[in-house]
């Protein structure tokens, strides 16, 4: 009899022991914080669902908040009062479910994890997966090399031209980086870890210039075998306990038309992407025991969209009843409006953001800023902008990264939202929140609802959650704190947003 008591005792105390663990904050100078994460201490975040009458507020901001939380009663609406800036929500106007969000396990994040203490690996693994982490779901992960490796590398290298992929095995990066981080990753998670698999490049022989980069296009005597070689690395993580959600059809293949490329790529016209898909990958998946695995077109800027997308359409029209979705990339979304994803509207088919950093820009010397809020707004920016064109999810790209932003075999540094700066620290940057305040309160399944703001100085969206719930993300960009009142219905609240700063709202 005694023993299930002291048992429930137990159960209790550790529930009460898992309060939210506030930002170990290291300023830095001209910038924001980043917060510190050692083998004794590292930040963490739990959410509960506010009482019935009142709401929470989660902040972020240039000041140094971090996930800062605090509560407040629902008010009845009084239209006797105005506001510079309001929110009507319209949970009865429902858009896009939300799949997903999440990062990509490369060689270089799995090395960086590696560096780290056993516990501070596990620290790493729960900060972004775990019950106190923040929320994410999916992982998007290279299949064999891509720049974030240390050297260049594919599957099946040798013998060349072995058509029927006779000598394909995973690589010692997918055994000893990729695959152990990702069964962690999925280990800790309570949701279904969405993978999402994307080849670079090819081995060289299959490829027109015979090189890992530049300029190229796959051999035609290679269609089918390319698309053999898809279905081959499904199999080998399947073998591996890790199943794979989906594929996209090659990364940025628009790199190995242009010369553009240092590092591994493959170069698609329209008119070769269009008939591989119809011809080639598309019969091959959908006949497999992998038939509904989602595969995902584009995996380039979205300005791929309007010429080249639209192109493969129009010359292979088959090619396009094989794709689930089309993905896309963040880089150049400044020059390119977000209105180019109504070409995709009443299509069927669902848009995902799949790879963003920051730092990315040629000639820019600052590939790693330690504390950058500005990089956070641009993170928190295009997730507002994205997801209020349609996109289901966003996923960003490496999940840690060095203090140079590698290791990559050809120095293509950038940031990331967690860099390893010793084997017992890691440090979250801003971005890291930037993504928290989505990935952690809009789940899978949950709908964008409509928002209408009045006053141009905030940008926010809006969801119903699965479980009612009302999630509202506000993203203050001007220097000067606002009140924002929110109205639901005949119900509302009133909320202080300060200066530059993002800001998660729960309504039950
Ligand atoms: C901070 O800003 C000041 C003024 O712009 C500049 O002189 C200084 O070099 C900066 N310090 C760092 C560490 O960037
Ligand atoms: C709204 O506010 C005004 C001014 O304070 C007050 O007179 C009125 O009673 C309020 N109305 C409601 C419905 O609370
Ligand atoms: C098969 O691939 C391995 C590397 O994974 C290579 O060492 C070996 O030479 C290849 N076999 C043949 C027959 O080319
Ligand atoms: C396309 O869908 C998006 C997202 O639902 C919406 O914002 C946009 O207005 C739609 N465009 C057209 C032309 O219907």
New binding site residues.
């Given amino acids: 009899m005694r023993i299930p008591f002291i048992v429930l005792i137990l159960v209790v105390a550790s529930r009460s022991s898992v309060a939210d663990k506030p930002c170990q904050a290291r300023e830095i100078q001209n910038q924001s914080v980043v917060c510190v994460c050692t083998e004794d201490y590292c930040d963490s975040i739990t959410t509960t669902r506010p009482q019935q009458g009142s709401y929470h507020i989660y902040r972020s901001s240039q000041t140094g908040l971090r996930l800062e939380k605090r509560h407040g009663r629902i008010r009845s609406y009084n239209s006797s009062y105005e506001y510079d800036t309001e929110i009507i929500l319209n949970p009865r106007k429902t858009y896009q479910t939300i799949e997903g969000f999440g990062g990509a396990v490369t060689d270089a994040v799995g090395i960086n994890w590696l560096k780290l203490t056993k516990p501070l690996q596990e620290t790493f693994v729960e900060s972004y997966f775990g019950d106190c982490g923040i929320g994410y779901n999916m992982i998007r992960v290279p299949i064999g090399g891509c720049d974030f490796s240390t050297h260049a590398y594919a599957y ?4 060349a031209n072995d058509v029927k992929l006779s ?1 394909f ?1 995973l690589a010692a990066e997918d055994f000893n980086l990729k695959l152990p981080l990702i069964k962690r990753l999925r280990a800790v998670s309570t949701v279904p870890v969405l993978l999402l698999g994307t080849i670079w490049s090819p081995p060289v022989w299959m490829k027109t210039n015979n090189k890992i980069t530049g300029v190229s296009r796959l051999k035609p005597e290679y269609f089918q075998t390319y698309a053999d070689y898809h279905l081959k690395f499904l199999e080998k993580y399947s073998e591996n306990g890790v199943p794979v959600w989906g594929i996209t059809t090659t990364n940025e293949p628009f790199n190995g038309v242009l010369p553009l490329p240092t590092f591994n790529s493959l170069g698609f016209t329209p008119d070769g992407m269009g008939r591989w898909i119809a011809e080639n990958l598309g019969p091959t998946i959908r006949n497999s025991k992998f038939k509904d695995t989602k595969i995902l077109g584009i995996d380039d800027q979205r300005y791929m969209i309007p010429f080249w997308y639209t192109l493969v359409v129009d010359l292979w029209p088959e090619a396009d009843t094989y794709l689930d979705g089309l993905a896309v990339h963040w880089y150049l979304n400044k020059e390119v409006p977000p209105s180019v994803y109504t070409l995709v509207n009443n299509t069927g088919k669902f848009i995902i953001s799949t790879e963003a950093c920051s730092g990315f820009e040629l000639n820019n010397p600052d590939r790693v800023i330690l504390g950058s809020w500005k990089r956070a707004e641009d993170y928190i920016g295009d997730i507002i902008e994205s997801i209020n064109s349609g996109l289901v999810g966003w996923i960003d790209w490496n999940l840690c990264l060095d203090p140079q932003g590698g290791p990559n075999w050809v120095e293509n540094f950038v940031d990331s939202p967690i860099i390893v700066t010793s084997s017992t620290e890691f440090v979250k940057q801003p971005m890291f929140y930037a993504m928290a305040h989505v990935s952690k309160f809009v789940p899978r399944g949950s709908q964008r609802i409509d928002v209408r703001i009045k006053g141009d100085s905030i940008e926010a969206m809006a969801f119903v959650l699965p479980d009612d719930m009302v999630v509202v993300v506000i993203f203050n960009r001007q220097d000067e704190t606002r009140k924002v009142r929110l109205q639901l219905f005949s119900k509302e609240i009133v909320v202080t947003v300060h200066a530059r700063s993002i800001n998660t709202v729960q309504i039950p």
């Fill in positions: 099946n290298e040798l013998p000598n095995s």
